[in-house]
């Protein structure tokens, strides 16, 4: 019953979707900034977002947002380290895939990282924007992606990534041909943890 109060401020992902294939992420962190705002606002301590994508926008932000955050990259990647991974599959959408975040994280943990190859990147993002985003839980696709892992597997990496929401809809730690770090999951402990006074308070706020 002494639960950390929760304020949630969730604005759709689809007005920003122009903005990722532009590389317009001023745009994204426009509408990311509003959000944030709006906790600041109800008087949120920090902020957690389960966007992996997000924090590609959160990273370039040249404003400081208006509350500290809890870096989604930076948690799966302790969490590598405390594992004592070597090299991490990463899965997530073509720009979490693609893009500069969970690398820099990574290299901050001291972590290597692998990307899956451009086909396998273009099926994972289909599957994700067209399948698992519309609900959508096909059998198929749950093979696809452990194919690609086991392939990533035997290609060295020793822990796959699951960087998307909806990946852990497809696969789970029973199927998984390596052991997932599962980010919802990895950030929803670290905020529990931060609110309760069990980790320290984050102190991130945008940039790089």
Known sequence: ???????????????????????????????????????????????????????????????PFPLPGLHICDV????????????VALLGTRWTMMGPAY???????????????????????????????LGVIADASR????RIIARMQRDGCDAVALSCTEIPLLVTPEISPLPTLDSTRLLARAAVAAALGHAPAPGWRGGG
Do not use: W
């Open 1 to 63: 019953h002494a639960h950390s109060e929760i304020t949630l401020s969730i604005l759709p992902m689809g007005p920003t979707l122009a903005a990722y294939d532009a590389g317009d992420l001023a745009a994204v962190n426009a509408h990311l900034m509003r959000t944030c705002q709006r906790l600041a606002d109800a008087g949120c301590d920090f902020f957690v977002c389960p966007d992996n994508t997000a924090h590609i926008a959160l990273d370039a932000a040249r404003e």
């Open 103 to 133: 690398p820099a994280a990574f290299a901050r943990a001291g972590v290597g990282l692998q990307s899956p190859e451009p086909e396998e990147r273009a099926t994972i993002d289909r599957i994700i924007f067209e399948e698992l985003c």
């Open 76 to 87: 799966v990647a302790s969490q590598a380290k405390s594992d004592r991974r070597t090299r």
């Open 143 to 146: 093979a696809d992606y452990v």
